[in-house]
């Protein structure tokens, strides 16, 4: 049985942001302002969305 996936959409800036969380953004494949990437729901993942949560809107699918 597959793990569960969720649904990451960017949705703020990274303009005037620090670099680590450049870093998380990049890592989750998001790069663009409203990109949105299905990625499973790890708590690797999650650990990365809860670093940057102010940008970013998750959905469980």
């Known amino acids: 049985m597959s793990m569960a996936k969720i649904k990451i959409t ?4 990274l303009i005037g942001r ?4 450049k ?4 890592a989750l494949g998001l790069r ?4 949105s990437v299905e990625v499973e729901d790890t708590s690797q ?5 809860r670093k940057v949560s102010h940008l970013v809107d998750v959905v469980k699918l």
Do not use: D
Not at 18 to 21: I, K, P, V
């Open 23 to 26: 870093a998380t953004m990049e």
């Open 32 to 35: 663009k302002i409203n990109a």
């Open 45 to 49: 993942v999650l650990g990365m969305v």
């Open 10 to 13: 960017q949705k703020r800036s």
């Open 18 to 21: 620090s670099r680590r969380q």
